[in-house]
């Protein structure tokens, strides 16, 4: 089946650094991808919808300057977490769909990232 | 918009006992329904999904789900589960307009199963 890459698995960083997330679709072409979050035994919550070549669009409450998104091409797309805190801590996962199958194929994940904020 | 309410926080059962993780969801539009598995600092695995068509649906791994439109469920079962089924459980909904095509979860459901 199709797979999404995601990268790093596990980071910690220091309060006030940045922090790059990769998200790759590897055998398909996915336009639209989705960046979600998931906090200790809870949900995943989404954040963000990356389109390639555009603006990402952004649930309420997530902030754009924080969560920066960029879907460069129709296989990756990164989320990067700015001046990080520890309340960032948590799961961050991607999802993608393939382009070409239409609005009701499945979305595939990514392995997910622990980010640690120390 | 689209919610899903997953009833039971923690199921424990005993291997090889059957299981049944409940599934109730609300939209305003027509939806496709999914359920997926998530295993420790794992991203999530499809199991299965309704699209259309029969309302019975298999996936992976010996599980099976029902679509219930009147009572808009989804449930999903096993008869007979093993301890390498110990997970956590999604159940997702995604609207059938081109307008919104993330996923919306449910809290999710620990499965524990018991030797």
């Known amino acids: 089946g199709a797979v999404v890459s995601q990268h790093p698995s596990r980071v910690i960083c220091k309060s006030g650094t940045s922090v790059k997330i990769e998200c790759r679709s590897l055998d398909f072409q996915a336009t639209t991808m989705f960046w979600y979050r998931q906090f200790p035994k809870q949900s995943l919550m989404l954040m963000a919808t990356s389109n390639e070549g555009s603006k990402a669009t952004y649930e309420q409450g997530v902030e754009k300057d924080k969560f920066l998104i960029n879907h460069a091409s129709l296989t990756l797309s990164t989320l990067t977490v700015t001046s990080a805190h520890p309340e960032d801590s948590s799961f961050y996962i991607c999802?993608?769909?393939?382009?070409?199958?239409?609005?009701?194929?499945?979305?595939?994940f990514g392995q997910g990232t622990r980010l640690t904020v120390v | 918009a689209q919610s899903v309410t997953q009833l039971d926080s923690q199921v424990p059962v005993f291997e090889e006992a059957p299981v049944e993780l409940r599934c109730n969801y609300s939209?305003?539009?027509?939806?496709?329904l999914f359920w997926y598995v998530q295993y420790p600092n794992q991203g999530l695995q499809l199991l299965l999904k309704?699209?259309?068509?029969?309302?019975l649906v298999k996936g992976i791994n010996g599980f099976e789900a029902e679509f219930n439109k009147s009572q808009t469920s989804f449930h999903l079962r096993k008869p007979s589960v093993h301890i390498s089924d110990t997970a956590e459980y999604f159940c997702?909904?995604?609207?059938?307009?081109?307008?919104?095509?993330?996923?919306?979860f449910g809290s999710g459901t620990r499965l524990q199963v018991q030797p």
């Open positions: 999802s993608a769909r393939d382009s070409l199958g239409g609005k009701h194929t499945e979305a595939f």
């Open positions: 939209s305003s539009v027509s939806v496709y």
């Open positions: 309704y699209l259309s068509g029969s309302t």
């Open positions: 997702a909904v995604s609207g059938r307009d081109t307008g919104r095509r993330a996923l919306t």
